[in-house]
């Protein structure tokens, strides 16, 4: 069956950096699309970054030139580097694949 695995989450101080990563499993990796969500305690889960399966990708505004999308056909992975993190970007990360599939997500906490 398919599975998604994520990884990489942990404890960051403001302004540090993770990378995320989302291992995916029985299904053909190539041409999907691969997108990143996160879930904040009390609200609603919102998409973070897509990655589209024509090569393009979409961002959230409150992640435009901090976060990076990107996925290893080969490797059949998905990545996510975030960098100078705030503390307001603490939440469940999931991972989700061809807009069906949903990983069972990584906690990211920024705090000092």
């Known amino acids: 069956q398919v599975q998604l695995v994520e990884s990489g989450g942990g404890l960051v101080q403001p302004g540090g950096s993770l990378r995320l990563s989302c291992a995916v499993s029985?299904?053909?990796?190539?041409?999907?699309?691969l997108g990143w969500y996160r879930q904040a305690p009390g609200k609603e889960r919102d998409m973070v970054a897509r990655?589209?399966?024509?090569?393009?990708?979409i961002y959230a505004d409150f992640v435009k030139g901090r976060f990076t999308i990107s996925k290893d056909s080969v490797k059949k992975m998905g990545y996510l580097q975030m960098n100078n993190l705030h503390p307001e970007d603490t939440a469940v990360y999931y991972c989700?694949?061809?807009?069906?599939?949903w990983g069972q997500g990584t906690q990211v906490t920024v705090s000092s």
């Open positions: 990655a589209l399966g024509n090569g393009n990708t």
């Open positions: 029985g299904i053909d990796f190539a041409n999907y699309s």
């Open positions: 989700k694949f061809t807009g069906t599939y």
